[in-house]
């Protein structure tokens, strides 16, 4: 496979940019499975995923509601 490397440039800016961005519902739910694991068990690693999903639940009543659901069905069960 040919790798053109100022695609490949391109496509790692852009990676990259999107780490400063908030991140949208979607992107949060791929990763609310680890972050409600490391809730529940009380120790929130300081990784970049980690704070973008802090702050979007701070932002987003949806995805904190259903953060916190999960969170309580887990912990009753
Ligand atoms: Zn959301």
């Not at 694991?37 to 995805?63: S, V, W, Y």
């Amino acid at each position: 496979v040919n790798v053109n490397p100022s695609l490949l440039k391109t496509t790692l800016r852009a990676l990259v940019a999107t780490q400063d961005h908030e991140w949208t519902c979607d992107e949060v739910a791929s990763y609310l499975d680890r972050y409600i694991e490391q809730r529940i068990e009380g120790t929130i690693e300081a990784t970049p995923e980690n704070k973008l999903i802090d702050e979007h639940l701070g932002l987003c009543p949806e995805c904190r509601e259903e953060c916190e659901a999960v969170i309580r069905a887990l912990r009753n069960g």
